[in-house]
């Protein structure tokens, strides 16, 4: 499970909530991805640094694309459908997509870790159900 995982990178060493999300996918899903993939994750934490999209959330779907997008995402039927499921998942369980809302559940010990958790989960359950 990708919600099992993601404490390595979030907690354990130190990676922002989209890095993570996409690290624990790579590890569970063994999608192969490289570092410039990560690195390109990455500019998505802290809500895209600026309290916009949460990188958790932008993580998730990113996890999404690198597993089901075959050529493209317009040819990509499961990708589109599993990233629209994603983000109305995560906003009807933690209530918005928008990380300065989200922020409210940081602590300075865990940072973000309760809304990268989620987003693993929910991750989880919305693949598992296809």
């Known amino acids: ?3 099992d995982r993601v404490k390595k990178y979030y907690l354990d060493q ?3 909530c989209a890095e ?3 690290h624990a996918a790579n590890d569970e899903w063994e999608l192969g991805l490289d570092d410039n993939t990560f690195k390109a994750l990455g500019c998505f934490g802290g809500g895209c640094c600026c309290g916009n ?3 958790a959330l932008a993580g998730a779907i990113g ?3 690198a ?3 075959e050529k493209d995402m317009h040819s ?3 990708a589109q459908e599993l990233t629209k499921k994603m983000m109305q998942s995560f906003c009807d369980e933690l209530g918005s ?3 300065e809302d989200l922020s409210v559940n940081k602590t300075p010990e865990q940072r973000c870790f309760k809304v990268v958790e989620s987003a693993a989960k929910v991750l989880d359950r919305i693949v598992e159900e296809k």
């Open 1 to 3: 499970m990708i919600a």
């Open 14 to 16: 130190g990676y922002n």
């Open 20 to 22: 993570s999300v996409i």
């Open 53 to 55: 999209l949460c990188g």
């Open 63 to 65: 996890a999404i694309g």
């Open 67 to 69: 597993k089901y997008i």
């Open 76 to 78: 990509s039927l499961k």
């Open 97 to 99: 997509e928008m990380c």
